[in-house]
């Protein structure tokens, strides 16, 4: 995913962007950066690879590198960020968050008709960061430039670029798939993914930009370049997974959501008859816990941690590239309390099943220390389409999830004609899909909240949100 930071100011502010990026990190774990302003250094910035260690214990130490009145931090899974950058346009630092689907095409559309050049990655990419400023620089202003790059990009790009006068220009992505809010302090301005980071330092609510909205931030003032569009689509799983508990999207707080959201699916297996013999209802950690304490006080059965993710050394289990070592991370930070296993049948809520991989050998884990029974709830719909607008999934194939290939081993390509009637419990395909996963993964039952109830759970008009991941719709 990845995330930004940003704050502009009558004050040094190294430490506010330090902190405030630090907050997102649970958003990305490949690379982080931060760009700032001084008036006698002018724009420094500094680039650190987060593979085998946080963002705060690479950047501890730019205090005494840096300093500033102005500055953009960004985390990323993807490119190396920010890049300062010389251009038509001045001096500038910018970032981007979000994905970048066609950008073999815009690079080469680029080299064609400007005769320029890019440098690559290792992996023989183009920076996103380093593409989005080309094609702001074909533009006489930044607002046109961006949205030019936006109106040219296939994917998802929301921007932050700091100037060499110290303004930023904050540009929330064309449909609002990710959030970009504004926060003011007495000296200033700052601008966030997470809505708490800022309120941590400080910073009161200013306003959360619309979809495709670009603003300028100074000390004293906000000055909007081009307003809201019509149309948002901001991703839904955000509130499911990706977003921390004390954020809030479009005024929807993700804790709150993720509660109600276990309200009803254990509203639906009341109904049902399906949370009956159940000893303890618990979550898989962190983001499937707070699911679960709303199915719990919803069901009244008690809530439980029969096992206790050991965080210390490894806070994350995908932050290795390699599948099988963060399958084999995830498996050894599993520590089991026996007493709350052994004997007893089980309920997990999981924020989402994707692959399954790392799900089907915790089953295995719990079945090892003595369950009785496992049964296994997502608090989101079977996903079945990879995402193109943000690469939640990680998927870059839709077989790699594990709906698909369930379906195609029951019913070929044909079956690909039916996921609406796949993702729906209550008919025969939808039936078998979940009596085959059980039988995969040894889940004594497996049901999937409907997309009606997740739309419920966040309270926002369904025409606002993305749920191209579960029914298609772009």
Known sequence: MGAYFGVVSKREILEDVFFG?????????????????????????????????????????????????????????????????????????????????????????????????????????????ELVASLINQKETFADGIKFAQDSIEGTASILVLKSDGNIIAARDKFGRLPMAIGKDKDGFCVAFEDFSYRKLGFSDYKALGAGEIVELSPDKMTVL????????????????????????????????????????????????????????????????????????KSGIPFARPYIKYTPSWSRSFMPDVQRNRNEIAKMKQVPVRELIEGKTLLFVDDSIVRGTQLKETVEFLYANGAKAVHMRSACPPIMFGCKYLNFSRATSDMELITRRVIKELEGDEGFNHLDEYSDGNTGRGKNLRKTICEKFGFASLEFQTLDNLIKAIGIDKSKLCTYCWNGVE
């Open 21 to 129: 990026t630090d907050y997102h990190s649970h958003l990305g774990t490949k690379s982080g950066g931060i760009a700032v302003y001084d008036r006698e250094l002018g724009l420094q910035r500094k680039i650190h690879n987060l593979g085998n260690a946080p963002f705060r214990a690479k950047f501890e130490h730019v205090f005494g590198d840096m300093k500033g009145t102005s500055a953009i931090g960004v985390i990323s899974d993807f490119d190396p960020e920010p890049l300062i950058i010389r251009s038509r346009l001045g001096l500038y630092a910018v970032c981007t968050v979000g994905v970048i689907n066609n950008s073999a095409a815009l690079a080469e559309k680029f080299l064609n008709d400007n005769g320029g050049h890019f440098g690559l990655t290792t992996g023989l990419m183009v920076n996103s960061a």
């Open 226 to 297: 081009l307003p809201a569009g019509d149309k948002m689509r901001v991703c839904s799983f955000l509130w499911t997974y990706y977003g921390y508990p004390t954020a809030s999207y479009e005024g929807k707080n993700v804790e709150i959501m993720r509660c109600e959201n276990g309200v009803l699916l254990a509203e639906a297996d009341i109904n049902a008859k399906k949370h009956l013999g159940i000893d303890y209802i618990a979550g898989v950690p962190d983001s499937g816990t707070p699911h679960a304490i709303g199915y719990a006080n």
